[in-house]
Nanobody
């Protein structure tokens, strides 16, 4: 079992920045990839960014490229998402997730463990 706890959400104006963090604990030695997903009311869950935990490969959905940066701090067992130039359409609940299999975005079917989420609200 892997436990994931997100933090860092909040409310900002368009153009602002937020940094999300996800603290991982438990059986993290089996993790292959970690990702950030988001879900807005009435919309399908969407993969935002993912990172291969054994190296530096990263993956982003087109809508956040050049604005968001995913990173990991292995010493602290944390996953981060730096979000810059935020837009109202970035408003959603953001979740971190863990998978022992492969890095993917989409809706997250490959991910086994999920955090409770942290809300991000961007006003225009």
């Amino acid at each position: 079992q892997v436990q994931l706890v997100e933090s860092g959400g909040g409310s900002v104006q368009a153009g602002g920045s937020l940094r999300l963090s996800c603290a991982a604990s438990g059986a993290t030695s089996g993790t292959y990839c970690m990702g950030w997903f988001r879900q807005a009311p009435g919309k399908e869950r969407e993969g935002v960014a993912a990172i291969y935990t054994g190296g530096t490969r990263t993956y982003y959905v087109d809508s956040v490229k050049d604005r968001f940066t995913i990173s990991q701090d292995k010493a602290k067992n944390t996953l981060n998402l730096q979000m810059n130039s935020l837009k109202p359409e970035d408003t959603a609940m953001y979740y971190c997730a863990d998978t022992p299999t492969l890095c993917s975005l989409g809706v997250g079917y490959d991910y086994d463990y999920w955090g409770q989420g942290t809300q991000v609200t961007v006003s225009s």
